[in-house]
């Protein structure tokens, strides 16, 4: 069965400081990539996704992620994180079918 | 545009009582529905998934249970509820494949949060 791994249970950071949340996959296919965001008291939403072309994808609130297809990851990052962005941040993966497996989620605390 | 509902946000229930969460879609026809349970630590568990009426597909052998009544109406239930499922439990939604409103993409409620004591 496919499996996806967030390598970072608990990640705090300071304001400004740089971020990278990892995600592994194990599905040997094609695959389509997303990240989901939820923050505090609010509903999971749609970070980015990556389904195909440029393996590196823009996503909103100046979040971006690599698809290394040969390291089977999809590594999240922004290069300056805000108080803001507190959140706990889901990997998904889905394979053929229409079932998005998803990681055990990363939370992040942004200290101001 | 699409919206989706679930109801009730929060829900106290007693051991061995039943269940029903509710979800629908609004804007879209014939979507895939979607139910997960969100654990701490553990991500998200798909427990029932449907592609059509009257279609569901159990992802985990356990207490609940599934039902689409209609197109864009998905129901979760237990006849007894055990203290395991306790949880906050997220309907979804995803469009087809032909790229229409929300293809590929899975859009998730508000999530309605189960404790039973």
């Known amino acids: 069965a496919q499996s996806v791994s967030q390598h970072n249970h608990h990640v705090i950071l300071s304001e400004a400081a740089s971020l990278e949340l990892g995600c592994n996959y194990s599905y040997g296919g094609t695959v389509n990539l997303f990240w989901y965001v939820q923050y505090p008291g609010q509903h999971l939403q749609l970070l980015l996704k990556y389904f195909s072309g440029d393996p590196l994808v823009k996503g909103i609130k100046g979040f971006e992620a690599e698809f290394i297809k040969s390291k089977f990851s999809f590594n999240l990052r922004k290069p300056s994180v805000q108080w803001s962005d507190t959140a706990e941040y889901f990997c998904a993966v889905r394979n053929a079918g229409n079932m998005l497996t998803f990681g055990g989620g990363t939370r992040l605390m942004v200290k101001p | 545009s699409q919206t989706i509902h679930q109801w009730p946000a929060t829900l106290v229930q007693p051991v061995g009582s039943p269940l029903s969460l509710e979800c629908t879609v609004e804007g879209t026809s014939n979507p895939n529905l979607y139910w997960y349970r969100q654990a701490a630590g553990r991500g998200l568990q798909l427990l029932f998934y449907?592609?059509?009426?009257?279609?569901i597909s159990s992802e985990v052998p356990q207490n609940l249970s599934a039902s689409r009544p209609q197109d864009r109406q998905f129901i979760l239930s237990s006849k007894k509820l055990l203290l395991s499922d306790s949880g906050f439990y997220l309907c979804?939604?995803?469009?087809?494949?032909?790229?229409?409103?929300?293809?590929?993409?899975?859009?998730f409620g508000a999530g309605s949060r189960l404790t039973v004591l």
């Open positions: 449907s592609v059509g009426i009257g279609q």
């Open positions: 979804a939604w995803m469009g087809g494949t032909s790229g229409g409103p929300g293809a590929n993409v899975l859009t």
